[in-house]
């Protein structure tokens, strides 16, 4: 089913993270809706209120293009949400409750073949040279972002263990093969967001699934294989510790991998085992519910007790991040949020500044430089609820939280239908991650999370509802139409500004320039495009025309320090200490900036003090 795979395909362009593959995606996404309409009864009752709650939130991100204080930043977020958008609406057009079980084994599989892909960058270091020195050693290839990756493997994972027990027999075996892969995968990627989000969906399947305790029983059995591969990838020093060989690490790689392959086997033959096996006397099964939940109960309340209790967790959580010296199995111990709470308070400030309407679509970067007291830089708040409300104030916040928890309402509706438990499990995990990390951004990792609660508002509703009016179906395919054309145009001039940044990476600036002026042609609202004509020119000895170029993107971005900075290179004198200054006011702890006065500082006293004996 292509609506389920397109998420894994724009998973492995770095998760869908770049403008580029935002475009691909939004046509993709749009092009199967419009098809759908064209040719299918379309229904959309299941999704209407998740639809237009998000149609609403893209509008006023573009919206926000009026008081935000860089249209540029504003408009980007809002092509950006525009792929989730009609990544739901392609989701409702096309897949019915018949077909909903065929879409999510889809998911899985395609999910489960991009963390093959990672897992082998793992374990087979002599063929996959990869190296990643802003991740370190955690695994992170192809999403680019562990924390992300982690929570990718961890939505199929629910998924795939929530379905086993309902499942046929054939269902079964697809769905049991990819579990050690995908934990072992979650594994390598030591995110402890992850692993908690994991705990919250196992908890959220087992409260609602009818049939409880045959599912508690062969997905322990599942998870005691998969658990196997994680504890023997624990104990494998090269591929969890930093620095040692890679000879040593792809013999150690290669052991692990013929020990996967095993374990895949065994949870294929443990799918075959028919359902019967796992079913219980009813006095048996409230018995052993009984038990289970208390169990659950109590490793909690012992974890929340072993930890200082709440004042201790949040104490913690609030402390600096763990220290591993390079033994990355330590990190999975510890409950530090490694600086988040910063970022978190900063975001709030954000929004008490701008209690109404927000700082604008992309603003919390901007914010963030101008009030931070350190000196690391971040794009986002890692949590989406408050950088949300943050950038579109108390409204924009209502829209996604009405977008997002349609299908938590609708799971009481829901519940008896046979995947609604799974889907729900990964769907409150998802939820709970966003809490945490900026997997919004990644935008593969965000539609494959909201096809999990999009698959809960299908299961809701009977396949034999009303289909839509002729007349709705053309204004809703006319509208469709026009957003992809949007995302036709945005994409030529995203391509157009990577062509131009490549080229300027390998000092072509000829090229660079002339991409960039095609880019100017297709986003004139975006201040991109003339800051690398103004670098492009800068290259060629084009001084004044770069000026003139950096003070058009300044027009468009005033509060961008990188666009004074660049100002700053290109000119002299009064010129550029001015420049300067406004770009130190937007950045003061920025260490570009401090390299750059210190350059001039060492040239004017060249130059006063003259040479010297």
Same mark, same amino acid.
């Given at each position: ?86 990544? #739901? ?20 599989? /395609? ?24 991740? @370190? ?11 992300? #990756? ?78 196997? @591969? ?70 909690? /309340? ?56 927000? /700082? ?32 579109? @104030? ?9 977008? #997002? ?209």
């Amino acid at each position: 089913m292509p609506v389920a795979i397109l998420p894994a395909v724009a998973a492995t362009a770095n998760g869908g993270y770049f403008p580029s593959s935002w475009g691909w995606s939004a046509l993709g996404f749009g092009w199967l809706a419009a098809l759908g309409l064209c040719f299918r009864s379309a229904q959309l009752r299941q999704g209407r209120v998740a639809l237009a709650a998000l149609t609403a939130f893209v509008l006023w991100t573009f919206a926000s293009t009026a008081w935000a204080a860089s249209t540029t930043d504003a408009a980007t977020e809002g092509e950006r949400v525009l792929v989730p958008l009609l990544g #739901l609406l392609a989701f409702f057009v096309l897949v019915r409750r018949r077909n909903l079980e065929a879409a999510f084994v889809a998911l899985v599989l /395609g999910v489960s073949l991009v963390c093959a892909y990672a897992l082998a960058t793992r374990l087979f270091p002599d063929r996959f040279a990869l190296s990643d020195p802003f991740g @370190g050693y955690r695994l992170s290839r192809p999403i680019g972002y562990w924390n992300g #990756l982690g929570i990718y493997a961890v939505i199929a994972l629910a998924v795939s263990l929530g379905l086993i027990a309902q499942a046929e027999r054939r269902v079964r075996v697809l769905l049991a093969v990819p579990v050690p892969i995908l934990a072992v995968t979650a594994y390598f990627t030591y995110s402890r967001g992850a692993a908690l989000a994991f705990a919250v969906a196992l908890i959220v399947i087992f409260a609602l699934d009818p049939q409880r305790m045959q599912w508690f029983a062969r997905a322990l059995l599942i998870v005691a294989i998969a658990a196997v @591969g994680v504890i023997a990838a624990s104990r494998s020093p090269a591929l969890t510790t930093e620095g040692l060989s890679q000879g040593r690490a792809a013999s150690e790689g290669h052991r692990l991998a013929l020990l996967l392959v095993v374990l895949c086997v065994a949870a294929a033959a443990e799918a075959l085992v028919p359902r019967r096996a796992f079913m219980l006397p009813f006095r048996t099964e409230l018995v052993a519910t009984v038990l289970v939940s208390i169990a659950l109960a109590g490793s909690i /309340g012992y974890g929340v007790y072993a930890a200082g209790g709440p004042a201790g967790i949040v104490h913690k959580f609030e402390g600096p991040g763990p220290v591993t010296n390079g033994h990355l199995n330590r990190r999975l111990f510890s409950f530090s949020g490694s600086a988040r709470t910063p970022l978190w308070s900063i975001a709030w400030h954000e929004y008490q500044a701008h209690p109404v309407l927000g /700082g604008g679509g992309g603003s919390y970067e901007t914010y963030y430089l101008l009030h931070r007291d350190q000196a690391g830089k971040v794009r986002n708040a890692h949590n989406l609820y408050i950088e949300t409300l943050a950038e579109l @104030g108390p409204l924009g916040l209502g829209l996604l939280l009405v977008a #997002l928890l349609a299908p938590v309402v609708a799971v009481r509706r829901a519940r008896k239908q046979p995947l609604v438990p799974a889907l729900a499990g990964a769907y409150v995990a998802f939820l709970v991650h966003l809490g945490a990390d900026w997997d919004w951004q990644l935008t593969a990792v965000a539609v494959t999370g909201l096809f999990c609660g999009a698959g809960i508002l299908v299961a809701a509703h009977d396949d034999e509802s009303r289909p839509l009016a002729p007349r709705v179906r053309r204004v809703l395919l006319g509208a469709t139409v026009c957003a992809v054309t949007g995302a036709f145009v945005v994409l030529v001039g995203n391509l157009s500004l990577a062509r131009a940044s490549s080229a300027a990476g390998a000092g072509n600036w000829a090229a660079s320039a002339r991409d960039a002026k095609r880019a100017r042609t297709w986003m004139p609202w975006s201040s991109e495009p003339w800051r690398l004509l103004g670098e492009a020119q800068l290259g060629l000895g084009e001084r004044q025309a770069a000026v003139t170029s950096f003070d058009r993107a300044i027009a468009k971005s005033p509060r961008d320090w990188n666009l004074w900075f660049d100002l700053a290179r290109a000119t002299l004198g009064s010129q550029q200490r001015t420049a300067l200054a406004q770009a130190a006011a937007l950045d003061p702890l920025s260490p570009e900036i401090a390299e750059l006065r210190s350059e001039l500082r060492a040239e004017t006293e060249i130059t006063v003090g003259g040479p010297s004996g």
